[in-house]
């Protein structure tokens, strides 16, 4: 017979704990608070967090899972940084993949689904009004307006693949890259746009709008490399 004091209790505490951190750095990490390449001390975030060494390292390895962070021999782990060649590689497969799961959310997102999507999108508009349009950040999941139409696709390998292998890697750069420009308000038109599509179920009109969104947002980035990148070339040349 099996008592009470032989049955492992789960520490319930230590895994919301970890939650809760994980989710709190995901966070900074996609605000660029943490930015990208900075090298992790886990010391430091313990401080910050006010969380202990064990919850924290399982914290840590969710965000290695997410992608969000890369251990390195003889280095450690930091903040993921993307090349530029591997950023742009990421935008022309979210431009075919979202395109794909746009076209099928026309076909299979149902009236009340789309209604949904229209009042996150007055969310947003409030958001981006309160900022002055200085940037658009959705939060994960339900908040984020193309994760809900990955999941309007109903597509459970398109939702595999961008709602989590890339996902918080995307929502990172479109977030840190539509900051302090007149992105974020073009960017809310334009979903309003698709949203429109979805709507009339047009699933040809539907691709074709989020493609050109995601176009649009990688040639927002890429500008911003290229200036990025000229202005140290004439600091340092």
Do not use: W
Not at 216 to 237: D, F, P, T, V, W
């Amino acid at each position: 017979m099996t008592t009470k004091s032989n049955i492992r209790e789960l520490p319930v505490e230590v895994i919301t704990l970890a939650d809760r951190v994980c989710a709190e750095i995901v966070t900074a990490i996609v605000k660029g608070e943490i930015p990208s390449g900075q090298k992790i001390s886990e010391p430091e975030l313990a401080r910050t967090y006010g969380i202990s060494r064990g919850p924290l390292r399982e914290a840590m390895r969710r965000l290695e899972g997410l992608r969000l962070i890369e251990r390195k021999p003889n280095v450690g782990a930091r903040v993921v940084q993307l090349s530029i060649k591997e950023l742009v590689e990421i935008y022309h497969v979210r431009e075919a993949l979202e395109g794909m799961a746009c076209r099928m959310a026309a076909l299979h997102m149902s009236d009340e689904e789309i209604a949904d999507l229209r009042s996150l999108l007055d969310e947003h508009e409030r958001s981006v009004q309160e900022l002055d349009g200085r940037s658009y950040f959705q939060k994960e999941g339900d908040l984020d307006f193309h994760y809900r139409i990955v999941q309007g696709s109903k597509n459970e390998k398109l939702l595999e693949l961008l709602g989590s292998d890339l996902y918080h890697l995307v929502r990172m750069y479109r977030y840190q890259f539509s900051v302090s420009s007149s992105r974020p308000k073009r960017a809310l038109k334009e979903h309003r746009q698709i949203v429109d599509a979805i709507e009339a179920r047009d699933p040809e009109l539907a691709e074709l709008l989020m493609r050109r969104h995601i176009s649009a947002a990688r040639q927002n980035i890429e500008n911003k490399l290229n200036l990025s990148s000229n202005i140290k070339g004439e600091i340092h040349g």
